[in-house]
T-cell receptor, first 113, second 109 residues
Framework: TAGITQAPTSQILAAGRSMTLRCTQDMRHNAMYWYRQDLGLGLRLIHYSNTAGTTGKGEVPDGYSVSRANTDDFPLTLASAVPSQTSVYFC????????????FGPGTRLTVL | GQNIDQPTEMTATEGAIVQINCTYQTSGFNGLFWYQQHAGEAPTFLSYNVLDGLEEKGRFSSFLSRSKGYSYLLLKELQMKDSASYLCAGGDSNYQLIWGAGTKLIIKP
């Protein structure tokens, strides 16, 4: 069972360029999340989706957008990358949109220069 | 505001016992999670407490006191593979998780 996959594994991006981080889960989970993890800080929620067709803003949504066209996929787009978006990005999913065990993808390490 | 506090780093000896503490302040409370994260890897679920008391799961136990806003993770019979970061996360009134920065646990032979 694949669980959650993310692509790419890592990326170096020039400032001002756009990029989409991909996330796919095969567990038929209703809820999906995007976090960023920076040294010395806890995981911070960027955007979430409690069910296909709906999305919501997390703690740090500025500069990011998401869509949830179906249950399995939850892409994260950076429209115009800035160096402060250099981070490790984790996608996660859970069975419900309530407080539930979250399953994490392997992460994408993004460097914006 | 919402906040999760845990020590930045702890060191323990193989075979020993270690307790990692976590204090939390969340708007509302919907449970307390512990996750393990090895360097360069994704977090993985360890435990969930929503009621006061101790939950035991093999070598790992987790404790919650809602009145004190306090939890701890207890690791027994430490093994070298337990070297990792341990993340404490509290569920808030919006059913989102508020994460601590993690405690890096170093195990020495």
């Amino acid at each position: 069972t694949a669980g959650i996959t993310q692509a790419p594994t890592s990326q170096i991006l020039a400032a001002g360029r756009s990029m989409t981080l991909r996330c796919t889960q095969d567990m038929r989970h209703n809820a999906m999340y995007w976090y960023r993890q920076d040294l010395g800080l806890g995981l911070r929620l960027i955007h979430y989706s409690n069910t296909a067709g709906t999305t919501g803003k997390g703690e740090v949504p500025d500069g990011y957008s998401v869509s949830r066209a179906n249950t399995d996929d939850f892409p994260l787009t950076l429209a115009s990358a800035v160096p402060s978006q250099t981070s490790v990005y984790f996608c996660a999913s859970s069975d419900s949109g309530g407080v539930d065990e979250q399953f994490f993808g392997p992460g994408t390490r993004l460097t914006v220069l | 505001g919402q906040n999760i506090d845990q020590p930045t780093e702890m060191t323990a000896t193989e075979g020993a016992i270690v307790q990692i503490n976590c204090t939390y302040q969340t708007s509302g409370f919907n449970g307390l999670f512990w996750y393990q994260q090895h360097a360069g890897e994704a977090p993985t679920f360890l435990s969930y407490n929503v009621l006061d008391g101790l939950e035991e799961k093999g070598r790992f136990s987790s404790f919650l006191s809602r009145s004190k806003g306090y939890s701890y993770l207890l690791l027994k019979e430490l093994q070298m593979k337990d070297s990792a970061s341990y993340l404490c996360a509290g569920g808030d009134s919006n059913y989102q998780l508020i994460w601590g920065a993690g405690t890096k646990l170093i195990i020495k032979p």
